[in-house]
């Protein structure tokens, strides 16, 4: 069955950095797209970032561009968030995600802290 993990949070100062990795397993990982979401406390869940099967196309929503990055290892089976320069607005459950023709599939979480 699809399995998506993911790993890496934790509590971190403002300014700092920060790698989450999801390991997938279950389906075919490099014919499908994959996506980060996080949801802050009290808000709902949103939409960080998403990769293309590839690699070749990446998106971000406007209030990570240019501090996080989306990447993927096909070999690995694992899609990574780079996240730089946090602010404590960054403060959410991070989960990745796929969908497989019209299901999707969630991981359970990772939780990342920017906290002085």
């Known amino acids: 069955q699809v399995q998506l993990v993911e790993s890496g949070g934790g509590l971190v100062q403002p300014g700092g950095s920060l790698r989450l990795s999801c390991a997938a397993s279950?389906?075919?990982?490099?014919?499908?797209?994959m996506s980060w979401y996080r949801q802050p406390p009290g808000k709902e869940r949103e939409l960080v970032a998403v990769i293309t099967s590839f690699g070749g196309g990446t998106n971000y929503r406007d209030s990570v561009k240019g501090r996080f990055t989306i990447s993927r290892d096909n070999a690995k089976n694992t899609v990574y968030l780079q996240m730089n320069s946090l602010k404590p607005e960054d403060t959410a459950v991070y989960y990745c995600?796929?969908?497989?023709?019209?299901?999707?599939?969630w991981g359970e979480g990772t939780l990342v802290t920017v906290s002085s």
């Open positions: 279950g389906f075919t990982f490099n014919n499908y797209a």
């Open positions: 995600k796929t969908r497989i023709r019209t299901a999707d599939y």
